[in-house]
């Protein structure tokens, strides 16, 4: 990606949560919850808006819930490398 893509994203996204979706709260990763609802829509059509942005890859620990952005897994990391 281009240099300020991420930081355009955000910035975009930001903007169409607080215009659309006022007041709604942090989101969280519970896809049913109201909160997840509103920033998927500002997700979604900043995506529509910007299609430069590249999605983060994302792991999940799966004992206890830590979320890694950007960065491998440490164990799965350190599994896979046994292979």
Do not use: C
């Amino acid at each position: 990606m281009p240099n300020g893509v991420s930081v355009l994203h955000e910035v975009i996204e930001s903007y169409l949560g607080g215009v659309n979706s006022p007041g709604s709260g942090i989101p969280t990763f519970d896809k049913t919850t109201a909160e997840f609802k509103a920033y998927e829509k500002a997700h979604n059509e900043t995506e529509r808006i910007d299609p430069r942005h590249i999605a983060p890859v994302k792991s999940q620990d799966p004992v206890d819930g830590k979320l890694y952005i950007n960065k491998p897994h440490p164990i799965i990391q350190e599994l896979m490398s046994n292979y």
